[in-house]
């Protein structure tokens, strides 16, 4: 996979179907977001993700992103 920093540009799937957006921050520790508990681990971090239709800001594995 291609590496993902900040500011990358990507796609990820959603019950209404992929979204476009990028990533804003990135998550190697426990952390909370949304009211929802995330555990990431060192090979699979969670990103803070923006979509750039609706501006609403989602939490996803990496593993669950892709580069656009």
Do not use: C
Request: charged residues 25%.
């Amino acid at each position: 996979m291609a590496t993902i920093r900040t500011g990358t540009k990507v796609s990820w799937n959603t019950s209404q179907g992929p979204t476009h957006g990028k990533v804003v921050k990135k998550h190697t520790s426990d952390f909370t977001f949304d009211g929802q508990h995330f555990t990431p681990t060192d090979d699979d971090p969670y990103w803070i993700v923006e979509s750039e239709k609706t501006g609403a800001k989602a939490a996803h594995k990496e593993s669950a992103l892709t580069r656009t």
